[in-house]
């Protein structure tokens, strides 16, 4: 999975983090308030997500309303998957990552690897 371009990754995270759609002029009008952007350049950004699947689109009006179609959260597994992928040691670079995680992302990893094996083991 290639990793989101600096607009697209703001577009997504404006989307992600309002959880719900959102036209193009809604999007501008944020980032605006933050730096200046062109209603041109987001709407082409926006189509180009569309084209890649991140994004699913209607009309509203005279406008596109643009909604996610993937969660924050796959984007990043996607993101961990290629870069463990690009390993040829596999288990060391686990190892690695892990030494340097925090205490508390270790506990949430651990609690995960608890609930996956409780779901494959049929336990709740």
């Not at 290639?2 to 501008?28: C, K, S």
């Not at 597994?77 to 690695?96: I, W």
């Amino acid at each position: 999975m290639r990793r989101l371009g600096d607009l697209e990754a703001e577009i997504m995270n404006r989307l992600w983090d309002w959880g719900q759609p959102a036209t193009v002029r809604e999007i501008v009008d944020d980032i605006n308030t933050r730096r200046p952007v062109a209603y041109t350049t987001v709407t082409t950004v926006a189509d180009t997500l569309y084209r890649k699947g991140w994004l699913m689109r209607w009309k509203s009006g005279r406008a596109w309303t643009y909604e996610p179609v993937r969660s924050r959260e796959d984007y990043t597994v996607g993101l961990m998957q290629d870069a463990l992928g690009s390993s040829a040691d596999r288990k060391t670079a686990l190892l690695r990552f892990v030494e340097h995680m925090s205490a508390e992302d270790a506990e949430a990893l651990d609690a995960a690897l608890r609930a996956v094996g409780r779901h494959e083991s049929g336990g709740h």
